[in-house]
């Protein structure tokens, strides 16, 4: 077949070596060819037994011709005749395998219907497609991205061993489709943003601020992607509770420092906001055939919660997986995940970042060296888009509560001889004189401690009887709320606060 070479966008334009009989494929042709491809290469994997995937398996390519006529190995078809190019099968089953996608159901996601095309708001000329079940991004790379993929795989490997539960993108499988006179190169990875949900909001977000504005041809889209600056002006930042918070950071700190590792630099968090208060608008575009999550730690929430084992399937939920947030009194719903990860700091990128800080400040511009790109970024994220929300007043109470007890138990094992004796004095002579004032204090007067302790003890003695293994714990808290506050209310129901802030 004759030779093609790829465009910076991916998509390959035609050589000199092309034949002038070479028509160049129509879009639906190309759609044609990348998901017969896709079909013929897991369906002939299928014969090869399972194993455990070796060093030397990351690195094969395999090629097959299918005319269009057919062959002993390919089955016939009506679009123009192509080769198939397939990158690491058994690496990429093993990742498919990993995250519970069975060979039947990948082949029916991709295959079934026609693929759909999506608009890019990004600075690239990848084409994205979607499948039409929602499950699967196929998007197209350059040549170099490609390569730079295949290199990452032993360690995208050994970190999805590790953890699954990942922002980072999740691939698939990596194939070419030389066709026509044009090449190009796909590879299949989650969907960040369901499209069963209507995003109001979307953002590319890198962390820098040098021309991170959305253009006029973006604003006058019907759903336009808007970035850094763009959020500093529509959004306050994104409220999570604070267990969502913690969580959300940590797998974002974990997914930068492995990207910061393989040298990568320049990738985005892709951010959809769905406002619950507006949920009437956005249930038009629901896949009616969505009978259920495919793919395993896909969603959103599935990605960031690392102490869940073995969720139960989310996308028939309501939610469809996404984390729940607030922005002033709005209750919202985000779906993110990392993006663009196949761009590493080789020699261009480094002359570009040393051009642009020749006009602008360096430490601005998308263009950095990946450990200070990881720091801005997480900075950014942690502080400008995700906000911890303040705990309940309750519990903020009880715990100032405690901790002030703490403080004065403490304090008070540390006095001096000398200032307990005084101390004993004072309260001596006011026990002395409410005996003057009420003769029912006369018992207690010279010790206005016991009638506590007695309190307590009774409490502890009527929960004894029904834990006994507790009793010795209980007594030691009665006994310092009786050191801490000699004076404090004896009626019952506020004593059983106090232990209850204790125990």
């Known amino acids: 077949m004759s030779t093609a070479s790829a465009d910076s966008g991916g998509r ?96 029916y996601s991709i295959c079934k219907e026609p693929l759909i095309e999506l608009s890019n708001p990004g600075a690239s000329s990848s084409w994205f497609y979607l499948t039409s079940d929602d499950e699967f991004i196929i998007k197209t790379v350059q040549h170099k991205e ?38 190009i190169r796909v590879v299949v990875m989650n969907n960040v943003l369901p499209r069963a949900m209507k995003m109001h909001y979307k953002y590319d977000l890198k962390g820098s601020s040098y021309k991170r504005r959305a253009s006029r041809k973006e604003h006058s889209k019907s759903s336009p992607t808007f970035k850094d600056l763009d959020f500093q002006e529509m959004h306050e930042g994104l409220y999570l509770d604070p267990e969502t918070y913690s969580a959300m950071m940590k797998t974002l700190q974990r997914d930068c420092r492995v990207l910061e590792s393989f040298k ?11 406002m619950l208060d507006k949920k009437s608008l956005g249930r038009g575009n629901r896949c009616d055939s969505k009978k259920g999550q495919k793919v395993l730690y896909s969603t959103a929430l599935e990605s960031i919660q690392g102490n869940v084992k073995d969720p139960d399937p989310v996308a028939d939920d309501d939610t469809l997986g996404g984390i729940p947030a607030k922005h002033k009194d709005e209750n919202l719903l985000i779906f993110l995940g990392i993006i663009d990860i196949l761009q590493s700091y080789r020699f261009i990128k480094k002359v570009e970042h040393s051009w642009k800080a020749l006009v602008h400040d360096g430490d601005t511009v998308s263009v950095h060296r990946p450990g200070f790109y990881a720091d801005r970024f997480l900075k ?32 008070q094992e540390v006095l001096s001889p000398q200032k307990e004796k005084e101390k004993e004095k004072k309260e001596h002579k006011k026990a002395q004189s409410m005996d003057n004032l009420d003769g029912n204090f006369h018992s207690s007067s010279k010790h206005p401690d016991i009638l506590l302790e007695s309190a307590l003890a009774l409490e502890s003695t009527q929960n004894d009887e029904e ?25 019952r129901s506020q004593s059983d606060s106090e232990l209850d802030v204790y125990l």
């Open 12 to 107: 390959g334009t035609k050589t000199s070596k092309v034949s002038k009989d070479h028509k160049k494929p129509t879009a639906a042709a190309l759609k044609g060819a990348i998901q017969l491809g896709i079909g013929y290469a897991v369906g002939n994997l299928s014969s090869k037994p399972d194993r455990d995937v070796l060093m030397q398996d990351f690195s094969v390519v395999e090629s097959v011709f299918l005319p269009s006529e057919g062959s002993n190995l390919t089955p016939a078809h009506h679009y123009p005749d192509f080769r198939l190019k397939t990158y690491a099968p058994l690496a990429f089953r093993y990742f498919r395998e990993l995250f519970g996608i069975k060979p039947d159901d990948y082949l």
């Open 467 to 491: 834990d006994p293994e507790n009793s010795e714990a209980r007594r030691a808290s009665s006994s310092t709320i009786a050191l801490d506050d000699p004076l404090a209310p004896l009626t």
């Open 380 to 411: 950014f994220m942690g502080t400008t888009v995700f906000k911890k929300m303040h705990p309940l007043r309750g519990t903020s109470s009880k715990r100032k509560r405690n901790s002030l007890h703490t403080a004065k138990s403490a304090s």
């Open 264 to 274: 990568i630099m320049d990738y985005s968090l892709l951010l959809g906001i769905h």
């Open 146 to 183: 490609a390569e730079f993929l295949q290199k990452l795989l032993p360690g995208y490997y050994m970190n999805l061993n590790q953890n699954p539960r990942t922002l980072l993108p999740k691939f698939y499988g990596l194939y070419c489709i030389q066709c026509g006179g044009v090449t």
